[in-house]
């Protein structure tokens, strides 16, 4: 590859993420997004410590573990069932459709869970997401299992 090219790929790179930046930074100038934004995302987003609290209360949830079957051997919520992203065409086979799915995967930085949330929704499930995944969970050193 010429250094040219290079350098177009990179100035290519750069142009595009900087145009996402400001396409962003334009969309926070606008209150009224922002409130319909948040009021969504609290709608079908949950926090580990609630769970927890929701777990305790027999509440009519089922949490759901999308991580690899792997790391959900090595630890997970209580009661959690997996379903991993090559199992997630059976989706219908294992989720409730009485209950509330709490959908949750690795992190904060994974977007494993949201992106089962669209597919689970999409099946007519329905779905929220336990921001922070498992990573968070552990270290509010709540209770876990093997």
Same mark, same amino acid.
């Given at each position: 590859?010429? !250094?040219?090219?290079?350098?177009?790929?990179?100035?290519?790179?750069?142009?595009? +993420?900087? =145009? =996402?930046?400001?396409?962003?930074?334009?969309?926070?100038?606008?209150? #009224? %997004?922002?409130?319909?934004?948040? !009021?969504?995302?609290?709608?079908? &987003? &949950? /926090?580990?410590?609630? $769970?927890?609290?929701?777990?305790? *209360? +027999?509440? %009519?949830?089922?949490?759901?573990?999308? =991580?690899?079957?792997?790391?959900? *051997? *090595?630890?997970? $919520?209580?009661?959690?069932?997996?379903?991993?992203? +090559?199992?997630?065409?059976?989706?219908?086979? *294992?989720?409730?459709?009485?209950? &509330?799915?709490?959908?949750?995967?690795?992190? #904060? $930085?994974?977007?494993?869970?949201?992106?089962?949330? $669209?597919?689970?929704?999409?099946? /007519?499930?329905?779905?929220?997401?336990?921001?922070?995944?498992? %990573? &968070?969970?552990?270290?509010? %050193?709540?209770?876990?299992?093997?």
């Amino acid at each position: 590859m010429l !250094e040219t090219e290079k350098c177009t790929k990179i100035f290519l790179s750069f142009s595009l +993420n900087s =145009r =996402r930046i400001i396409m962003n930074l334009s969309l926070t100038q606008d209150p #009224q %997004k922002a409130k319909e934004f948040f !009021e969504k995302k609290m709608a079908f &987003t &949950t /926090g580990p410590v609630e $769970v927890s609290g929701m777990l305790k *209360k +027999n509440a %009519k949830i089922q949490v759901v573990d999308v =991580r690899a079957a792997e790391d959900y *051997k *090595k630890g997970h $919520v209580p009661g959690a069932i997996n379903l991993p992203s +090559n199992e997630w065409e059976k989706a219908a086979e *294992k989720l409730d459709k009485e209950k &509330t799915n709490i959908i949750y995967c690795y992190s #904060q $930085v994974c977007h494993l869970a949201a992106k089962a949330a $669209v597919k689970f929704a999409e099946q /007519g499930f329905p779905v929220m997401e336990m921001e922070g995944g498992f %990573k &968070t969970w552990t270290e509010h %050193k709540l209770e876990t299992e093997k």
